[in-house]
Nanobody, 118 residues
Framework: QVQLVESGGGLVQPGDSLRLSCAAS????????MAWYRQAPGKERELVST???????NYADSVKGRFAVSRDNAKNTVYLQMNSLKPEDTAVYYC????????????WGQGTQVTVSS
């Protein structure tokens, strides 16, 4: 059973930066794709960014140019660097990973709260 543990959330002001981390309990190189999702109060969970084990990345239009996803295979950790934060970025951010080992296995972290407010 894979465990994903997010950290790095907090309360910041508009324009500030935060870096979220997602530490996995096993080698992230095995994961086909890892991703960050977020869910704001009263809204559906939405995809923020993805990164494949080949290093290909993708971003939601709302965060392009402000957020950057990266991975450190040696530390089994994926990061989400968030710059120029806006109040609408306020949400619980979840780490996601999928790995195909016969069947497709999907895993979620417990989430970390990001609040952007003046």
């Amino acid at each position: 059973q894979v465990q994903l543990v997010e950290s790095g959330g907090g309360l910041v002001q508009p324009g500030d930066s935060l870096r979220l981390s997602c530490a996995a309990s096993e080698s992230i190189f095995r994961f086909n794709t890892m991703a960050w999702y977020r869910q704001a109060p009263g809204k559906e969970r939405e995809l923020v960014s993805t990164i494949t084990n080949g290093g290909n990345t993708n971003y939601a239009d709302s965060v392009k140019g402000r957020f950057a996803v990266s991975r450190d295979n040696a530390k089994n950790t994926v990061y989400l660097q968030m710059n120029s934060l806006k109040p609408e970025d306020t949400a619980v951010y979840y780490c996601y990973a999928e790995i195909r080992r016969g069947s497709l296995e999907k895993y979620w972290g417990q989430g970390t709260q990001v609040t952007v407010s003046s």
